[in-house]
């Protein structure tokens, strides 16, 4: 399907108010899906300089992402990215062997937001958002302590992510 669609579809659904239907519709439009998801519920409007959403539910348990309700007025490319993240958190916390380490969930989700290795199906963020996502994983690395156990079970992902934002900040050629 066309972006032009997709975001013909989206803006539907929001102006109808149906932000959970919307974000159902995105996440099988892309096979984001998982049966451990238990559902949407909505939390109070984002402001333009920070949006979160969460994967709510105890270990074991379906999960419910919560998101503000005015979520579809951020760029859909960002909100999909989003939702993946919290994807990943639904995975992690809902099946064994279940992801416990609160660092390592965070590491997990924001490099599946770099490289789309579990949900392949992906609309392309922003260079802004790529080197935002890879800062906040970087964050997440760092507080896993030098030398660590998780340091060195991600030491390649990291590898990969250094290589990605040295990729972004090369300049190009115009030919």
Not at 35 to 46: D, H, T
Not at 75 to 97: A, D
Not at 148 to 170: C, V
Request: no cysteine; aromatic share 14%.
């Amino acid at each position: 399907m066309k972006f032009e669609n997709i975001k013909s579809q989206i803006e539907i659904f929001h102006k109808e108010g149906k932000t959970i239907e919307a974000a159902d519709w995105l996440l099988k439009l892309f096979d984001i899906q998982d049966e451990n998801l238990k559902g949407f519920a909505l939390r109070e409007k984002a402001d333009r300089t920070y949006i979160l959403l969460t994967a709510e539910g105890d270990f074991g348990e379906k999960q419910v992402i919560r998101m503000p309700e005015n979520v579809f007025e951020f760029p859909i490319p960002l909100i999909l990215t989003l939702l993946t993240h919290e994807m990943v958190h639904v995975r992690q916390k809902s099946r064994e062997p279940y992801v416990l380490d609160r660092l390592e969930r965070e590491w997990q989700a924001y490099y599946e937001m770099l490289f789309h290795k579990i949900f392949p199906n992906f609309l392309e963020v922003s260079t802004f958002h790529k080197k935002f996502f890879a800062e906040k994983a970087f964050s997440y690395y760092k507080r896993m302590g030098e030398g660590s156990e998780l340091q060195a079970k991600y030491a390649d992902q990291k590898k990969e992510i250094e290589d990605l934002i040295a990729s972004l900040e090369e300049p190009t050629l115009n030919t």
